[in-house]
């Protein structure tokens, strides 16, 4: 069980000035038909959360209106951006020896820490109604997080070329986002997300589950004029993710800049005659080789989701589960398989069209038959988070956030090392629990 919050350790200067600048501007008058305007357009942006494109048609209305008379670059061009910006506080647990794999990845901050934002720059041209040229450039920074040694702090995200066969069918090639789940088109949209960011042991920053692919990829819509209609999305390509060793053993982590090849993906969205309820259900397999660090050897791994989400006018609940599987076979560790059940529940209701609360309970649970994470193949809490989350949309592109954590994650306090009869060693990793807490307070806006 989590431990009550103490915030005895907390300098809390900064997340209140923070705070108090948020609700500043919160207060600032604005007109009545502003108001109403940006309810409705907020509930359509929620409510669209299929890809950033949607998202940012929602809130701008697209460009299909425009008149003869515009020029060119109004005709057929489209700027979009987005920005979050947040302050991040971690209170850990003084019994832990280290902090987790997971708590140095997401670059979480004993002292506190405003360098926590993430932002992106789209541009869209649209010759015509069917050809679409669409490309993103994205900018990070998790505090001290090791990410940034592999990353550039200006990366290109999308860049890729869509031709719209009809209505209902749609082929990209490039790099595009993935249809994953139900955030990971959008996992970096603050304006969108009840939260700084999605279920991290779901979605990652990074690691075992990638944002975008470097392939092809096609879309279809079944029944889409009727009450009951489905969404297929299909790719094929290769994509790099940011691997990190998690088995949270010692205070350090690995990162490492994975090549992922022969990487193929589907996704189903069941859309119901309800409004905003859907339930999907996907699939990934991929290979990685040996510089992933787990494989001496290329390797094959699977993962498979299923997904529901309802978004209603005064609540939101949703829920995803993915099981993932992959071998290790190195030096060490040989003929091993391991594997992972992640899942998340989340539950937001709206109190006004401006203010909402969301509450979320996330989890990680790790397997391996053989060696490295614990004896005998037992499974063992690799994470867990709750979280609760106030929302404040001042307008529809401009959205403040005050969220608090508790977690609990297990790391290796002893270590044993076997021989094997195959002449390997088995490392067997003994863990115990902890528990700590952490606050981000953010601004997002977009245009």
Same mark, same amino acid.
């Given at each position: 069980?989590?431990?009550?919050?103490?915030?005895? &350790?907390?300098?809390?200067?900064?997340?209140?000035?923070?705070?108090?600048?948020?609700?500043?501007?919160?207060?600032?008058?604005?007109?009545?038909?502003?108001?109403?305007? @940006?309810?409705?357009?907020?509930?359509?942006?929620?409510a669209?959360?299929?890809?950033?494109?949607?998202v940012?048609?929602?809130?701008?209305?697209?460009?299909?209106?425009?008149?003869?008379?515009?020029?060119?670059?109004?005709? &057929?061009?489209?700027?979009?951006g987005?920005?979050?910006?947040?302050?991040?506080?971690?209170?850990?647990?003084?019994?832990?020896?280290?902090?987790?794999?997971?708590? =140095?990845?997401?670059?979480?901050?004993e002292?506190?820490?405003?360098? !926590?934002?993430?932002?992106?720059?789209?541009?869209?041209?649209?010759?015509?109604?069917? &050809?679409?040229?669409?490309?993103? =450039?994205?900018?990070?920074k998790?505090?001290?997080?090791?990410?940034?040694?592999?990353?550039?702090?200006?990366?290109?995200?999308?860049?890729?070329?869509?031709?719209?066969?009809?209505?209902?069918?749609?082929?990209?090639?490039?790099?595009f986002?993935?249809?994953?789940?139900?955030?990971?088109?959008?996992?970096?949209v603050?304006?969108?997300?009840?939260?700084?960011?999605?279920?991290?042991?779901?979605?990652?920053?990074? @690691?075992?589950?990638?944002?975008?692919?470097?392939?092809?990829?096609?879309?279809?819509?079944?029944?889409?004029q009727?009450?009951?209609?489905?969404?297929?999305d299909?790719?094929?390509?290769e !994509?790099?993710?940011?691997?990190?060793?998690?088995?949270?053993?010692?205070?350090?982590?690995?990162?490492?800049?994975?090549?992922?090849?022969?990487?193929?993906?589907?996704?189903?969205? =069941?859309?119901?005659?309800?409004? @905003?309820?859907?339930?999907?259900?996907?699939?990934?397999?991929w290979d990685?080789?040996?510089?992933?660090?787990?494989?001496?050897?290329?390797?094959n791994?699977?993962?498979?989701y299923?997904?529901?989400?309802?978004?209603?006018?005064?609540?939101?609940?949703?829920?995803?589960?993915?099981?993932?599987?992959?071998?290790?076979?190195? @030096?060490?560790?040989?003929n091993?398989?391991?594997?992972?059940?992640?899942?998340?529940?989340?539950?937001? !209701?709206?109190?006004?069209?401006k203010?909402?609360?969301?509450?979320?309970?996330?989890?990680?649970?790790?397997?391996?038959?053989?060696?490295?994470?614990?004896?005998?193949?037992?499974?063992f809490?690799?994470?867990?988070?709750?979280?609760?989350?106030l929302?404040?949309?001042?307008?529809?592109?401009?959205?403040?956030?005050?969220?608090?954590?508790?977690?609990?994650?297990? =790391?290796?306090?002893?270590?044993?090392?076997?021989?094997?009869?195959?002449?390997?060693?088995?490392?067997?990793?003994?863990?115990k629990?902890?528990?700590?807490?952490?606050?981000?307070?953010?601004?997002?806006?977009?245009?």
């Amino acid at each position: 069980m989590p431990r009550p919050c103490n915030l005895r &350790h907390w300098s809390v200067r900064g997340p209140l000035v923070l705070l108090g600048l948020c609700f500043l501007i919160a207060g600032m008058p604005l007109r009545a038909a502003e108001e109403e305007e @940006g309810g409705r357009a907020l509930a359509a942006t929620i409510a669209a959360q299929n890809s950033l494109l949607s998202v940012v048609e929602e809130e701008q209305g697209g460009n299909a209106g425009s008149s003869s008379g515009s020029n060119y670059w109004k005709d &057929h061009f489209t700027l979009h951006g987005y920005l979050t910006t947040a302050y991040q506080e971690l209170d850990p647990d003084p019994e832990a020896p280290d902090l987790s794999a997971e708590e =140095l990845i997401l670059g979480f901050d004993e002292g506190g820490t405003f360098d !926590y934002r993430i932002a992106a720059l789209q541009l869209r041209y649209d010759p015509t109604p069917k &050809h679409t040229f669409l490309v993103q =450039l994205s900018h990070r920074k998790l505090g001290d997080s090791p990410i940034e040694d592999i990353e550039s702090a200006v990366e290109l995200d999308w860049l890729f070329y869509q031709y719209q066969f009809t209505d209902d069918t749609a082929l990209k090639l490039g790099r595009f986002p993935v249809a994953a789940g139900i955030f990971n088109e959008i996992r970096d949209v603050g304006v969108v997300l009840p939260f700084f960011r999605p279920s991290f042991n779901f979605y990652r920053e990074g @690691g075992l589950f990638s944002e975008t692919v470097d392939g092809i990829g096609i879309s279809h819509s079944f029944w889409s004029q009727n009450p009951w209609s489905l969404d297929v999305d299909a790719y094929y390509g290769e !994509y790099d993710i940011q691997e990190q060793g998690s088995a949270n053993v010692g205070s350090g982590v690995r990162v490492l800049d994975v090549s992922v090849t022969d990487a193929y993906g589907v996704q189903f969205w =069941l859309n119901t005659p309800v409004s @905003g309820l859907r339930f999907g259900l996907g699939a990934v397999t991929w290979d990685v080789g040996e510089e992933s660090g787990f494989n001496d050897a290329e390797a094959n791994w699977d993962s498979w989701y299923v997904s529901v989400d309802g978004s209603f006018a005064k609540w939101v609940v949703r829920g995803e589960y993915r099981r993932l599987e992959f071998p290790i076979d190195t @030096g060490l560790t040989r003929n091993n398989e391991a594997a992972q059940d992640i899942y998340y529940g989340q539950v937001g !209701y709206h109190f006004t069209e401006k203010l909402s609360l969301f509450v979320q309970s996330e989890f990680a649970d790790a397997e391996q038959t053989g060696a490295i994470f614990l004896n005998g193949g037992e499974k063992f809490n690799n994470r867990q988070d709750d979280g609760v989350s106030l929302v404040y949309a001042l307008r529809p592109n401009i959205v403040f956030k005050a969220e608090y954590h508790e977690q609990a994650f297990e =790391l290796g306090t002893r270590v044993d090392i076997f021989p094997t009869p195959d002449g390997g060693f088995q490392i067997d990793v003994v863990p115990k629990e902890f528990q700590d807490e952490y606050v981000i307070i953010s601004t997002s806006v977009s245009f």
